[in-house]
């Protein structure tokens, strides 16, 4: 899911409907998939975009903004019922779990540029200053549990299953026994941009993981 969501836009409503048919059967829409998954699904987004490199941060900003908004676009052509459950719940009309009120849905999708991917196709993006409210209200509905993922792993506790199930995420390549913490901050830092102007609701939460990574480095 993470690598359709990062394709050029044209190819990723077919992708996910060629998974959608060959792979469930038509048994399962996108949403189901992305109510169980869309955690691990934004943790690969932002690992595959992320950089140390400062001056390519805009770039990565972009291309991690715009993988969110293809995942959003191809929801919406499923046209998701209204009052669906899940961390999706609430993009599209129902009701969305979280602590505040929703900014209102009028507003179109931002205008795309192309710029190229990591994989060197180009890619389009939307302008990095601006997101989609759909776009926008997904990243707030999984800031938390994705958070979650990124300080279960930082933390190291491998006795943890929760740490078997969430490292091989951003073990690289396959079967490697450490970490790239550099890479590793530079996702989290990548979705604090990303929810920029909702930071200060999951300010409990950020303070925890600092506090975190504090004691490691002591």
């Known amino acids: 899911l993470s690598a359709i969501a990062q394709q050029p836009i044209k190819q990723?409503?077919?992708?996910?409907a060629f998974i959608l048919q060959s792979v469930y059967s038509n048994r399962m829409t996108l949403a189901n998939i992305c109510d169980a998954s869309l955690g691990k699904v934004l943790v690969l987004i932002l690992w595959s975009n992320a950089s140390a490199d400062a001056?390519?941060?805009t770039d990565s900003l972009a291309r991690a903004r715009a993988a969110v908004?293809?995942?959003?676009?191809?929801l919406r052509s499923q046209h998701r019922e209204p009052g669906t459950t899940g961390?999706?719940?609430?993009?599209?009309?129902?009701?969305q779990k979280r602590a505040t009120t929703t900014p209102a849905a009028s507003a179109g999708a931002p205008a795309?540029?192309?710029?190229?991917?990591?994989?060197?196709?180009?890619?389009?993006?939307?302008?990095?200053?601006?997101?989609?409210?759909?776009?926008?209200?997904t990243l707030e509905g999984s800031f938390l549990h994705v958070l979650d993922i990124l300080e279960i792993v930082f933390t190291?506790?491998?006795?943890?299953?929760?740490?078997?199930?969430?490292s091989p995420l951003m073990l690289e390549p396959r079967g490697a026994a450490r970490l790239d913490n550099r890479r590793l901050f530079a996702a989290i830092a990548l979705l604090f941009?990303?929810?920029?102007?909702?930071?200060h609701r999951f300010a409990p939460k950020v303070l925890e993981f600092?506090?975190?990574?504090?004691?490691?480095a002591h």
């Open 193 to 199: 941009e990303l929810v920029q102007d909702s930071l």
């Open 55 to 57: 001056s390519d941060q």
């Open 69 to 74: 908004e293809n995942i959003v676009s191809a």
């Open 12 to 16: 990723v409503t077919e992708a996910f």
């Open 87 to 95: 961390p999706l719940g609430g993009i599209f009309g129902g009701a």
């Open 156 to 166: 190291g506790n491998h006795q943890s299953p929760k740490w078997a199930e969430y």
């Open 210 to 216: 600092l506090q975190s990574a504090t004691q490691l």
């Open 112 to 137: 795309r540029k192309k710029r190229p991917s990591t994989a060197g196709a180009a890619i389009e993006v939307p302008d990095v200053q601006s997101a989609s409210p759909e776009a926008t209200r």
